[in-house]
């Protein structure tokens, strides 16, 4: 059963315009949810977070959006640009859970010049 | 300040045969977690340490163990290997591993089962 669902596996843009990439939750526990950049033969890189007391965080480029009732968030990035070329991981953290991540499957992002 | 690191970076073991793999964590962290990534499975949380001690434990068979040490440095071991166990096993850190903190993960681990 999967609690966090990447619908996308993959996703192409052109340079600068926006990229949306969503992800889906099921656990009505989860109230905080991370988003991780990875590149091959690389850990994941931290990108930015949001607690479920908010709707909406920013971080420069990056803008993650929360829609509890839906259980439903996406990443913006705007404007994209070649190097965010990667696969995206939206995770989760359930309040009864300590810091135990869930990890959605991941959405490859490819940037064109 | 220095990263998460993680040794060996590559490992090749055969069936049957047990691993151990080790993880840094960032100067001051003293929670480490460990994932493993497959592509069937994708990413997923093996065990917390704080303090040296089993925090939070993942759906994982018995072969699979940790421990933290004094100065917070982990290691993970599986014995008697399965060709299935071949993975990408990270790594990741945090303050006190705190609800709503953020992990910061190694770069990995990527043991080949032969």
């Known amino acids: 059963d999967q609690q966090v669902k990447q619908n996308s596996p993959s996703l192409s843009v052109q340079e600068g315009r926006i990229s949306i990439l969503n992800c889906d939750y099921t656990n009505s526990m989860f109230d905080y949810f991370l988003w991780y950049k990875k590149y091959p033969a690389e850990g994941p890189t931290f990108l930015i977070s949001i607690s479920s007391i908010k709707d909406k965080n920013e971080d420069g480029r990056f803008t993650v959006f929360l829609n509890k009732s839906a259980k439903h968030l996406s990443l913006h990035i705007v404007p994209s640009q070649p190097g965010d070329s990667a696969v995206y991981f939206c995770a989760a953290s359930a309040y009864n859970a300590g810091n135990m991540l869930t990890f959605g499957g991941g959405t490859r992002l490819m940037v064109k010049p | 300040k220095a990263g998460v690191t993680q040794t060996p970076r590559y490992l090749i073991k055969t069936r049957g045969q047990q691993v151990t793999l080790s993880c840094s964590p960032i100067?001051?962290?003293?929670?480490v977690s460990w994932y493993q990534q497959t592509p069937g499975q994708g990413l997923q949380f093996l065990f917390e340490?704080?303090?040296?001690?089993?925090?939070n434990k993942g759906n994982f068979p018995g072969r699979f163990s940790g421990r933290q040490f004094s100065n917070s440095r982990s290691e993970m071991n599986v014995s008697t290997l399965e060709l299935g166990d071949s993975a990408l096993y990270l790594c990741?850190?945090?303050?006190?591993?705190?609800?709503?903190?953020?992990?910061?993960f190694g770069p990995g681990t990527r043991l080949l089962v032969l």
């Open positions: 990741a850190s945090s303050p006190s591993g705190g609800h709503q903190e953020t992990q910061y």
């Open positions: 340490y704080f303090s040296e001690t089993q925090r």
């Open positions: 100067s001051g962290h003293r929670s």
